[in-house]
């Protein structure tokens, strides 16, 4: 699931039509009518657990829908056929508030029940202690630290902060570190 809500859907198809391309994901390409009477049934109880409202709303073109509940419906795509690794790339970045709260309450629901393997990248501390099992930090581009087990159990946003604090600092003491080499010797 993407950032931006706009990516994960088709914004000129209906919700149903959205719904029924996902949930034909990797089967079989015959011809056939996407949305019989019993598929749009289906789709409207899966849509209903949502508590959106947007099972009223099928035939409504998804472009119209708010980004909360456009990124709502993605994860609910995402998963209708099961993943191997769902991977969430800050799917609530570009949400109010609000629609974050209940994109992520969402997500929760899904993994748990799906019993899903899941990647989630992020850069809210409350998410990711909230959230995280496993937490992985990373810096410039490597494994700065993993965090699992007990350690991960007793950590609080406080003590991520404080990780993500060192390492800023070690960069700074790099880069002045660098710059005083560079005045002596260069």
Same mark, same amino acid.
């Given at each position: 699931?993407?950032?931006?809500?706009?990516?994960?859907?088709?914004?000129?198809?209906?919700?149903?039509?959205?719904?029924?391309?996902?949930?034909?994901?990797?089967?079989?390409?015959?011809?056939?009518?996407?949305?019989?009477?019993?598929?749009?049934?289906? $789709?409207?109880?899966?849509?209903?657990?949502?508590?959106?409202?947007?099972?009223?709303? &099928?035939?409504?073109?998804?472009?119209?829908?708010?980004?909360?509940?456009?990124?709502? $419906?993605?994860?609910?795509?995402?998963?209708?056929?099961?993943?191997?690794?769902?991977?969430?790339?800050?799917?609530?970045?570009?949400?109010?508030?609000?629609?974050?709260?209940?994109?992520?309450?969402?997500?929760?629901?899904?993994?748990?029940?799906?019993?899903?393997?899941?990647?989630?990248?992020?850069?809210?501390?409350?998410?990711?202690?909230?959230?995280?099992?496993?937490?992985?930090?990373?810096?410039?581009?490597? &494994?700065?630290?993993?965090?699992?087990? &007990?350690?991960?159990?007793? $950590?609080?946003?406080?003590?991520?902060?404080? &990780?993500?604090?060192?390492?800023?600092?070690?960069?700074?003491?790099?880069?002045?570190?660098?710059?005083?080499?560079?005045?002596?010797?260069?």
């Amino acid at each position: 699931v993407f950032q931006d809500p706009f990516t994960g859907t088709a914004s000129e198809l209906t919700v149903a039509e959205n719904l029924a391309l996902a949930a034909r994901r990797g089967g079989s390409r015959r011809l056939r009518p996407a949305l019989s009477a019993d598929r749009r049934r289906t $789709l409207r109880d899966e849509v209903a657990r949502l508590g959106t409202g947007l099972e009223d709303r &099928l035939d409504t073109p998804i472009g119209l829908l708010s980004g909360g509940q456009r990124q709502a $419906l993605t994860v609910l795509m995402v998963t209708m056929v099961r993943p191997t690794l769902l991977l969430l790339d800050e799917h609530t970045a570009a949400l109010d508030p609000r629609g974050a709260e209940q994109v992520i309450k969402l997500t929760q629901e899904v993994i748990t029940a799906g019993g899903l393997t899941t990647l989630m990248v992020t850069h809210s501390m409350a998410q990711a202690v909230q959230l995280g099992d496993r937490i992985l930090i990373m810096h410039r581009g490597r &494994l700065a630290h993993d965090l699992a087990g &007990l350690r991960r159990q007793r $950590l609080t946003e406080d003590d991520l902060l404080q &990780l993500f604090d060192q390492l800023q600092w070690s960069d700074r003491l790099d880069d002045s570190a660098a710059d005083m080499l560079r005045q002596r010797y260069v």
